[in-house]
């Protein structure tokens, strides 16, 4: 306690002292103390300037922290939800489109419904930009399945369209992509869909 | 402590009634969906992130939705240009009665025909009509059971505030 007392009393010697050689200082150094000002105020100017530019970089750094957060939560639920040995994956893809508007793909395994997706135009137009789009995840055992993809849309001269497409495959052990391909055939000048299995 | 537990069981009491009373959706991400619009187009809710979207549910058999959705159809076209949006999901069996009454009542929103119940057992439908608002960010913020006049002046209230944000 008393030594508190003591550097406090200490502290306002210094401070009283200070203010006296100011004070003494103020008369003949006018110009002096109004430069000194003006650079003080500056500094303070600058500081502030770089605080605030530290803060942004917290910030910016905190958010891309945030975003690999989520993208390692993302992988990590994926891989409890989905482990490799039972993953299956199926993606859509499209090429040209010019005979096929689609409107949604109605994805059966096993005669068992497992996805109904309707496309949005602007889903569709970045399909035709060549964009992959993964319509369906799932867990599936070893051994033979069977996959029936209904796709409908409009069709040629715009008439509506629903066309099937079968793949038997085999699920080994590791994960399985499918891809459901929707291209042009311009001979028959009608659309085409082929069921892939990706190496 | 017989006026401590039975003020303790008042407590229980309302706080469960008030469980029951908010929708448990609200404060969350509001579930996506795509569906079928009465324009022929699929709309899908995530693609109007950024704006405000007011989701109505609706039923031709229920009277206050047809009471409401000439009022909705009013806040709709104004606030529309600032970034509102309003979808109107009508769950009936079948679409073309839905046609009929969206043209008697001439409302010029988007209507999505939810035949399949899917979406609005996603939103927890359990009366008609259910009108959930959801922000700029793509939460829930209200949600509102039921319509009786009045209520109109509610949604416009929570439009402006959410147009605000």
């Not at chain 1, 306690?1 to 502290?11: E, F, G, N, V």
Request: glycine residues 6%; negative net charge.
């Amino acid at each position: 306690m008393t030594k508190t007392l003591i550097s406090l009393a200490a502290i306002a010697m210094l401070l009283f002292s200070i203010s006296v050689v100011a004070q003494e200082d103020i008369a003949p150094l006018n110009a002096d103390t109004a430069m000194a000002d003006a650079m003080s105020v500056q500094a303070a100017k600058s500081e502030s300037r770089e605080r605030f530019r530290s803060l942004d970089q917290d910030v910016q750094t905190l958010k891309k922290e945030v975003l690999d957060l989520n993208r390692d939560l993302f992988l990590l639920e994926e891989e409890l939800l989905f482990p490799a040995n039972s993953q299956v994956a199926f993606f859509v893809s499209m090429d040209v489109g010019e005979y096929f508007e689609l409107d949604s793909i109605n994805i059966k395994i096993d005669g068992k419904e497992v996805a109904n997706y309707l496309y949005t135009a602007r889903e569709t137009d970045a399909l035709i930009r060549g964009g992959v789009h993964r319509v369906h995840m799932a867990n599936l055992k070893t051994g033979d399945h069977e996959l029936i993809a209904v796709f409908t849309g409009k069709g040629p001269h715009v008439r509506d369209y629903r066309r099937g497409a079968t793949l038997n495959f085999e699920k080994g052990i590791g994960a399985k992509y499918l891809e459901l391909e929707i291209t042009d055939r311009v001979k028959k000048q009608q659309p085409e869909f082929v069921i892939k299995e990706w190496e | 402590m017989n006026i401590r537990n039975s003020m303790v069981a008042l407590l229980a009491c309302v706080f469960a009634t008030s469980i029951l009373a908010s929708s448990g959706l609200e404060g969350q991400q509001a579930p996506d969906f795509a569906l079928k619009s009465s324009s022929g187009e699929n709309l899908r809710l995530s693609e109007y992130r950024g704006d405000v979207v007011m989701i109505n549910f609706w039923a031709t058999w229920c009277g206050p939705c047809r009471q409401e959705m000439p009022l909705l159809d009013e806040l709709y076209a104004r606030y529309q240009r600032v970034g509102f949006n309003l979808l109107g999901v009508n769950i009936d069996d079948d679409s073309r009665r839905a046609m009929k009454m969206i043209d008697e009542l001439g409302v010029s929103f988007p209507v999505l025909f939810d035949s399949r119940k899917e979406v609005s057992e996603l939103y927890e439908v359990e009366a008609m009509p259910v009108t959930v608002l959801i922000d700029r960010e793509g939460n829930v913020r209200h949600v509102h059971h039921g319509y009786k006049p009045g209520y109109e002046q509610k949604y416009l209230d929570q439009i402006r505030s959410l147009l605000r944000e």
